[in-house]
């Protein structure tokens, strides 16, 4: 009968355990693929935007116009470790290195290579994928330099996966990165490089932890078969990389499973063989003296009793420690999660901070004259701006995901009068006449309220800075509907210089200290995660107008069933 009990419960807490640890196993790959995911998308953007920026550098388009190269590798050195690029090279129009932060590649001849010939296609940044010489994949970003509608050559900037593979080497997974044609472009397995994944998994690595996994033969206490990768015993996990089809793929052992469930079991199997060694040795006794065997047995019943509380105790202790350490993995993600939101927290809160500041000012100005009912309105205007902060903060929690998932819909009109109570402290401070013109009924649209009302803020803080010179400025804010919700934000200033560059990043036209170019830029990408767009144009008896266009919300409509999907 014991034996039996000890069969089954044995074989249910196999069951059970291994079904809870393979599952931890499996959120914990998960998360490691989602911030390797998230890190390879991060640095494919990062090198995008250099090509763009070294493109209209006036230095490298004098060069190739003069066709003096002294200083063009001295400048792409500089830019390169300012940048953080892995290299930089500059081709004239025949495909020749001229500029490189490798001198050892000046001179190649480069007019057949991918960077090239795509790059004198396209008027944009193409991504290209190549091998070298030595059979390893090179990622580079180019683009066409073109000064008076004349090609002069063109600039490439390369991306240092290779890093990102050396740092996913340093765990015990596998973890490859396929293109839209499902070869193998990073691996962690060097051999597995330009394969396809069938066939790749069918090659014999060197010796490494996902291979000695590989080697695992299958026993009674193995997972369900379902864990098995063509036999192995391996978890696969598969996430889709928003960039040009790739895919990342990664391979996990069930080492560390199958030690904490064997732990268990040791300990459950064991309990079981004292048991039984006890039965039989009271048996045993109890037939030769049976007012002895009491004795004797109330003896060992009382040992073996505090064993298994010592055994009892022991196991909590390391169950307390491995919930411990898994409290410790998860306060570590949190901690990596707040880095990446700092510089949000840093652009949201800065209009808030400073209204409050406005406010502050104000309170103490009108506290000193004695007008402390008016004193008591400002505190209460703080008091609804720490309520926001706090709703901005809140809202900074969904930055992990993908802008524009996280809607409800909203009326213009109430995101118009929010932000121009975010800027009443601003526009009582100069002499400005607001003239505000909106629909009767509601325009609703689906978006943020919060992030669109930080647009409108946006726009109307651009606005007072144009008009800041003018005696008699004013602003106009239209809201108004048609195929669309129109928000515009028009100012008697003196317009803007160059609309080509207004929503690139880094670019303004203020004064070094009060702007970073980075406004309109983060409005823009804003708007069209709601689906609409930011257009801005001069008007021609003077000043500017800037025009928000976003999907009018109708309730029930098809096209919004389908978005709400």
């Not at 003069?66 to 290299?87: N, P, W």
């Not at 080492?255 to 048996?283: C, D, H, K, P």
């Not at 025009?547 to 409509?557: A, D, I, M, S, W």
Request: charged share 25%; with cysteine; glycine share 6%.
């Amino acid at each position: 009968m014991i034996c039996l009990t000890a069969v089954a419960a044995v074989w249910v807490t196999n069951s059970w355990l291994t079904e809870r640890f393979s599952e931890n196993t499996r959120v914990r790959a998960d998360l490691r693929l989602a911030l390797y995911t998230g890190n390879l998308r991060s640095e494919l953007d990062r090198n995008e935007v250099v090509p763009l920026l070294l493109a209209r550098d006036p230095a490298l388009i004098g060069a190739l116009n003069s066709s003096d190269f002294s200083k063009t590798s001295a400048r792409l050195i500089a830019a390169q470790q300012e940048i953080g690029a892995a290299s930089i090279r500059l081709l004239d129009a025949s495909g020749r290195t001229v500029g490189s932060t490798d001198r050892y590649q000046i001179g190649a001849n480069n007019v057949s290579t991918p960077y090239f010939v795509e790059a004198l296609r396209s008027r944009d940044t193409v991504f290209t994928v190549s091998t070298t010489d030595s059979g390893a994949y090179e990622f580079n970003h180019s683009r066409a330099i073109i000064a008076d509608g004349k090609t002069l050559g063109v600039i490439v900037v390369g991306a240092d996966l290779t890093r990102l593979e050396r740092s996913w080497a340093g765990i015990a997974d596998a973890v490859v990165v396929t293109d839209s044609e499902g070869s193998i472009i990073l691996a962690t397995e060097p051999r597995w490089r330009g394969l396809p994944l069938p066939e790749a998994l069918s090659v014999r690595s060197p010796t490494s932890a996902i291979q000695r996994a590989f080697q695992v033969t299958a026993d009674w206490t193995s997972p369900p078969a379902d864990a098995y990768l063509q036999g192995r015993a391996v978890m696969r996990s598969e996430a889709r990389i928003p960039f040009r089809g790739w895919k990342m793929i990664s391979f996990t052992t069930y080492t560390s499973t199958r030690e904490r469930v064997n732990a268990v079991l040791a300990l459950e199997i064991m309990g079981f063989a004292i048991l039984l060694a006890a039965t039989f040795y009271v048996l045993s006794r109890r037939a030769r003296m049976q007012s002895a065997a009491y004795m004797r047995e109330s003896a060992d019943l009382r040992a073996l009793n505090m064993r298994l509380t010592r055994e009892i105790a022991e196991r909590e202790r390391v169950q307390k420690e491995l919930r411990v350490a898994e409290q410790t993995v998860q306060q570590s993600s949190k901690l990596a999660a707040l880095g990446e939101m700092s510089a949000g927290v840093s652009h949201e809160l800065n209009q808030p901070l400073a209204a409050m500041k406005t406010y502050l000012a104000g309170a103490r100005l009108l506290l000193q004259r004695g007008r402390s009912e008016e004193a008591l309105s400002s505190f209460q205007r703080i008091d609804d701006l720490i309520e926001r902060m706090g709703a901005i903060t809140r809202q900074l929690k969904s930055y992990a995901r993908k802008g524009g998932e996280a809607v409800e819909p909203v009326d213009l009109r109430a995101a118009v009068s929010s932000a121009l109570t975010m800027m009443e402290p601003q526009l009582r401070a100069r002499t400005i006449r607001i003239t505000r013109n909106v629909s009767r009924g509601k325009v609703m649209v689906l978006a943020d309220r919060i992030r669109l009302e930080q647009v409108i803020i946006n726009l109307l803080r651009n606005a007072v800075d144009a008009v800041k010179d003018k005696r008699d400025a004013w602003i106009e804010i239209t809201v108004e509907s048609g195929a669309h919700a129109y928000v515009s934000v028009r100012d008697n200033g003196p317009g803007v210089s160059d609309l080509e560059k207004l929503f690139e990043p880094f670019w303004t036209t203020k004064k070094p200290g009060e702007g970073t170019g980075l406004g309109l830029a983060i409005s823009s990408t804003i708007v069209a995660d709601f689906g609409g767009r930011l257009t801005a144009h001069n008007e021609t008896e003077g000043g500017a107008v800037f025009r928000v266009e976003l999907p009018l919300h109708r309730p029930g409509h098809p096209a919004e069933a389908l978005a709400a999907e």
